[in-house]
Each structure stands twice: as C-alpha cells, then as structure tokens.
C-alpha cells in the first residue's frame, strides 16, 4: 500500500504565495515522476508541473515564472512553491507519483488526495 499525503493549501490574496507539500510513503522501491494537477470547478482536470527523479522540470506555461516544483528523493516528497497567485489559480490541487513496487515491476502512479487553494481577496 501506498499513500500520498498533501498539505499547504488555503486561502491566500491575489499577489501572495503558498507551498504544496505531497509525501509519499508505504511499499516503495523507487519513485518516478513526481507531479500536480489541478481542477478548478466545471473545468477539466489539468497539468500544473512534472519533476522526473533526476533531470529538467516542466511547468505550465499559465504557471511559468511564478511556481517551482522540487523534490526531496530521500523524504519521496514533491513541492509546489506558488507565487503570485491568481484568482485564476484557484482549484483542487492534486499531486502524483509514479511509484515502481519491487525490483521487477512496473510504476504505477498514485494520487494524493487533493488540498484546495484559493486566491480571493
């Protein structure tokens, strides 16, 4: 079993910065790609930022230049660093990891459970 934890959601003003945190932990060989979506009500769910275990990140083009997305591979946990934020930033915010079970399987990804941000003043 594995289980992604987030927090670090809330209310914020327009202008301000919040830090998404999503630890996974449970039956873990090795973790993957590391990531967050997110949803904003009657929208579909969309890719905010990827991070692979090593390499270059990837960012939304509506995001780039305000959030950064890190890890810590030693704690198999994934950040979201948001600033200047957005009433259009506003939603859901789902992190992922890609998660490879024993030496001889395949990842699968698994989902945190969601933390929600909003930006209103």
């Known amino acids: 079993q594995v289980q992604l934890v987030e927090s670090g959601g809330g209310l914020v003003q327009p202008g301000g910065s919040l830090r998404l945190s999503c630890a996974a932990s449970?039956?873990?060989?090795?973790?993957?790609?590391m990531g967050w979506y997110r949803q904003a009500p009657g929208k579909r769910r969309e890719l905010v930022a990827t991070i692979p275990s090593s390499g270059s990140t990837n960012l939304a083009d509506s995001v780039k230049g305000r959030f950064t997305i890190s890890r810590e591979n030693a704690k198999n946990t994934v950040y979201l660093q948001m600033n200047i934020l957005k009433p259009e930033d506003t939603a859901v915010y789902y992190c992922?990891?890609?998660?490879?079970?024993?030496?001889?399987?395949?990842?699968?990804?698994?989902w945190g459970q969601g933390t929600q941000v909003t930006v209103s003043s």
């Open positions: 992922y990891a890609d998660i490879v079970h024993s030496s001889y399987s395949d990842s699968v990804r698994h």
């Open positions: 449970g039956s873990i060989f090795r973790v993957d790609a």
